[in-house]
């Protein structure tokens, strides 16, 4: 034995630093894939520990097996190092597959060489424990270990070892042409650059070693020099692809950041719109739950942020008593079609407004959202802008031809008032709206529809009273049936003319009913007694299917 040639410090060192290496590398993208949970961080740190115990294990068959002479113990890591190199047998698929761009076909392909690959490293194993002679054999020594210190503890190999080089040779070259597909396929020289020179270099190194043991002479930089040319081979290539996923990981760290930085910018302009604005904004759930505001929602409502998630939305709109409870069910229903619909509404409203003595109209706008998975409607309110035409209006007369839509019922109300504010206070000019809005109502409700006062009150109380007109509206005797305003306002007087194409009813009738509905508070009919308090001259034609309302306004010309 004190013939052997000695070991270097070459032979010693190249494996232990590559071991230092390797654990650094493997142990950092451990920490990545737990903390990022991607599958090709999974790749490199099963790269990295195959590597690492090969190499680890060379390191102490070097020390314990050659320099103290321990053949059993030297003869379990070579098994224990050669088991590790086996499974590079699924760790170059299984890199190939999420390191790489491949085609449709390419993937299916990996994909069974990966299975393959697996199964097979798993049967060689178990041949390695169980009838190591066809592996790595523990009777027969290697056949310079008697020559070289470094062989001294290695066993013979069988021909299941044989077959399993061939088998990593063939993987190799696979990954090769797999690179240098991705390569030129999609144009990734620059991003693919390391690994291909890391499995260059590995590829060169193998055959180094090869070729030493047939001719006795090292092919590369340091002829002279006795070490495990694979060792270094195999260590550069895993730690070129590392060194490639880090700089990518680097590269993707920094795009996150400069996301994060225009993330906090995009959140403080939305911060400055929302809080800078003076509209309303505001969030509610499908049960009409205010669950979020803008801080101009809650200050001009007098409410604090512990409201929210409390307060119903439908109690801050304002219906006067003498108004119709129906428009508080039409905004309700226009709601619900947006939830059922999905699409945006535009409505017109008045809210409280808790700092003025009159409630003030707004436009709102609402549109579906989703917050984490969760159904939320978007809501902005803005106030309706005064017409800065107003001063200058002196007339008007108009007519127009309505379908029986209680919307559209809402929007000509509006029409029909909105050049009252010249000649008449603000307050009184909704009041005048909700009127003409009760009255058209009553035309496509007692006239074109034909529903009678003790049906209108059965369906309400049932709670589905816009479901039975919009079915009474589908009816082929009622769908083509028209209301009719005509309306003018001049500095004496505003006179606004409805019709429809009923039979008439019995005003008189109407009237005591509507007394009932004021005693008894019902939810509807009152609004002819609202009209006739409002207007100086209510008139009806003979069958009652038309109304001429008359308001003075010379008292209130400004």
């Avoid at 393959?116 to 178990?126: D, K």
């Avoid at 990593?168 to 390569?183: E, H, K, S, V």
């Avoid at 003595?357 to 709102?364: M, R």
């Avoid at 529903?451 to 009273?465: H, V």
Wanted: a neutral charge.
């Amino acid at each position: 034995m004190e013939n052997l040639v000695r070991l270097t410090a070459l032979q010693i060192l190249i494996p232990a630093v590559s071991t230092g290496l390797l654990f650094a590398g493997t142990l950092l993208f451990l920490y990545i894939f737990i903390l990022y949970h991607q599958k090709v961080y999974l790749s490199v740190f099963l790269l990295g520990i195959l590597g690492f115990v090969f190499v680890g294990s060379e390191t102490l068959i070097l020390f314990i097996g050659g320099q103290y002479r321990n053949i059993l113990l030297g003869r379990e890591f070579q098994r224990i190092e050669q088991v590790a190199a086996t499974f590079f047998m699924f760790a170059i698929p299984f890199l190939v597959s999420e390191y790489l761009q491949l085609t449709p076909a390419l993937k299916k392909i990996n994909k069974y060489i990966l299975y393959a690959g697996l199964t097979i490293a798993t049967l060689i194993t178990i041949i390695a424990y169980v009838s190591p002679e066809l592996f790595i054999s523990f009777t027969t020594h290697h056949p310079k270990w008697l020559v070289n210190e470094a062989d001294y503890p290695r066993g013979g190999v069988g021909f299941v070892y044989n077959i399993r080089d061939i088998i990593l040779g063939l993987l190799i070259i696979y990954f090769l042409a797999m690179l240098l597909i991705d390569i030129f396929m999609h144009k990734r020289l620059k991003v693919l650059l390391f690994p291909l020179i890391g499995i260059l270099v590995g590829i060169y190194s193998a055959v180094v070693d090869i070729l030493f043991i047939y001719t006795g002479v090292n092919y590369d930089l340091f002829p002279n020099e006795i070490f495990s040319r694979f060792s270094f081979g195999i260590t550069f290539f895993i730690l070129t692809a590392m060194i490639n996923m880090s700089r990518k990981f680097i590269e993707s760290a920094k795009e996150l950041e400069e996301t994060y930085k225009k993330l906090k910018i995009s959140e403080r302009k939305y911060r400055i719109l929302v809080e800078g604005t003076q509209d309303w904004i505001f969030t509610m759930d499908r049960n009409f739950i205010i669950t979020s505001a803008n801080k101009t929602f809650l200050k001009e409502n007098g409410l604090k942020e512990d409201a929210l998630g409390k307060m119903h939305f439908l109690e801050l709109i304002y219906i006067p008593v003498e108004g119709s409870q129906l428009l508080l069910q039409v905004i309700k229903s226009e709601i619900e079609k947006l939830i059922n619909e999905k699409k945006p509404i535009t409505l017109r409203t008045f809210f409280y407004d808790r700092n003025m003595d009159a409630p003030k109209e707004y436009v709102l706008r609402m549109e579906n959202i989703s917050i984490d998975n969760q159904f939320e409607i978007l809501c902005k309110a803005s106030k309706s802008q005064d017409d800065q035409l107003i001063e200058y209006f002196h007339s008007e007369k108009n007519k127009y031809v309505l379908p029986n839509n209680i919307l559209v019922a809402k929007e000509m109300s509006k029409r029909v008032v909105k050049n009252l504010t010249k000649y008449m206070d603000p307050s009184e000019v909704q009041l005048i709206e909700m009127a003409v809005f009760e009255m058209i109502i009553n035309a496509i409700e007692h006239g074109n529809l034909e529903i009678s006062f003790e049906e209108k009150t059965q369906a309400l109380q049932n709670g589905d009273y816009l479901t039975y007109i919009i079915e009474k509206q589908k009816q082929p005797q009622y769908k083509d049936k028209k209301v009719t305003i005509e309306y003018s306002i001049t500095p004496e007087q505003l006179a606004v003319k409805v019709s429809d194409e009923g039979k008439g009813f019995d005003y008189k009738r109407i009237t005591q009913k509507t007394q009932e509905a004021n005693e008894n508070m019902l939810g509807h009919g009152r609004g002819i007694g609202l009209i006739l308090r409002l207007f100086d001259e209510v008139k009806y034609n003979s069958i009652g299917n038309q109304v001429l309302l008359i308001k003075k306004l010379q008292n209130n010309v400004s």
